[in-house]
């Protein structure tokens, strides 16, 4: 059966701790992986999409990695701008292009 | 990138109304349509998948004829809750992709719906 796992369910860090958010993923192949931002009463915001294992994407303290059975999203040196809950999602090769969401990782950052 | 628009973003009403959500997608055309649900401390939960001129696939689950979908243009879908219960009541998000275009869903800010 097709899952999406993240972890840790929740994450409290200091100001400037960095830190990595994980998604591991079995599905019968993977046309792209995808991680989100949300805050608390807004929709997703996008971040990334990754499609290949090695591939990796940055963007300002962010940055994410792709293996064959995982995803990182690692934050480098957080802020309290930062505190939000991050999701992952994977998409199959064919079909609907529906997502499989995780249950997300809610992240503090303490100032 | 894309930008997505819901509307309205509250809506309170009486048990036994129906409600209607837009969602619109901004600058680019939307071929697929998502509608979700969340549920406090919970991740999304899909609902159904709209394609524009065709009828709408739900999940299992899902009562077609409890929350009505349309989807007549490349940037407009919308979602009916028809005589809503307080049960009903919840998160409702909506996300917008073009597959071969782009395959990443882009989201709508969400409409909390409390039904009384």
């Known amino acids: 059966e097709d899952q999406v796992t993240q972890s840790p369910e929740a994450l409290r860090l200091q100001e400037g701790e960095s830190s990595s958010l994980n998604c591991s993923y079995t599905?019968?192949?993977?046309?792209?992986l995808f991680w989100y931002r949300q805050d608390p009463g807004k929709g997703p915001e996008f971040l990334f999409t990754l499609y290949s294992a090695g591939e990796e994407k940055e963007k300002e303290r962010l940055k994410a990695t792709l293996t064959k059975k995982e995803s990182f999203l690692h934050i480098t040196a957080p802020k309290p701008e930062d505190s939000a809950t991050y999701l992952c999602?994977?998409?199959?090769?064919?079909?609907?292009?529906?997502?499989?969401f995780g249950t997300g990782t809610r992240l503090k950052v303490l100032a | 990138g894309a930008v997505v628009s819901q509307h309205p973003s509250r809506v309170i009403c009486k048990s036994g109304t129906s409600v209607k959500i837009e969602c619109r997608s901004l600058?680019?055309?939307?071929?697929?349509m998502f509608w979700y649900r969340q549920f406090p401390k919970q991740s999304l939960m899909l609902m159904a998948t709209?394609?524009?001129?065709?009828?709408?696939?739900?999940e299992q689950g899902v009562e077609k004829d409890k929350f009505l979908i349309n989807h007549a243009s490349l940037t407009l879908s919308t979602l009916t809750v028809t005589s809503a219960h307080p049960e009903d009541s919840s998160f409702y998000i909506c996300s917008a992709s073009s597959p071969g275009y782009t395959d990443t869903q882009y989201f709508g800010p969400g409409t909390r719906l409390t039904v009384l």
């Open positions: 999602a994977v998409q199959r090769p064919s079909g609907t292009y529906k997502y499989i």
């Open positions: 600058d680019f055309q939307a071929t697929t």
């Open positions: 709209s394609n524009e001129g065709s009828k709408a696939t739900y």
């Open positions: 599905v019968s192949g993977l046309r792209g």
